[in-house]
Nanobody, 119 residues
Framework: DVQLVESGGGSVQTGGSLRLACAAS???????MAWFRQAPGNLREGVAY???????TYAHSVKDRFTISKDNAKNTLYLQMDSLKPEDTAMYYC???????????????WGQGTQVTVS
């Protein structure tokens, strides 16, 4: 089973930027991957998705502000977050599967999460 470890979270002011990374224990080229987030009291929601061909999809709330990318050589998934807003505050998780789930919560493999706080 692939292991996923997120990093890069932290506290930032409104309008700032952060880049999250998700290091995988094996080659990510065969995995469909996504970033999710969950704020206290809210359901976990998908924010960005990338398929095995590099096709991307974003939640409406983050479109044009967040960018998902994948470096197959480094076995790492990234989420560049710009123009951050207080409502982006949440625990962010990466997810992977060999099936395509898009922004839905069907993924088999999950990281432990990294906290993002925007104030």
């Amino acid at each position: 089973d692939v292991q996923l470890v997120e990093s890069g979270g932290g506290s930032v002011q409104t309008g700032g930027s952060l880049r999250l990374a998700c290091a995988a224990s094996e080659n990510v080229s065969k995995y469909y991957m996504a970033w999710f987030r969950q704020a206290p009291g809210n359901l976990r929601e998908g924010v960005a998705y990338i398929d095995i061909n590099g096709y991307t999809t974003y939640a409406h709330s983050v479109k044009d502000r967040f960018t998902i990318s994948k470096d197959n050589a480094k076995n790492t998934l990234y989420l560049q977050m710009d123009s951050l807003k207080p409502e982006d505050t949440a625990m962010y998780y990466c997810a992977a599967d060999q099936l395509a789930f898009g922004l839905s919560n069907g993924y088999c493999y999950w990281g432990q999460g990294t906290q993002v706080t925007v104030s």
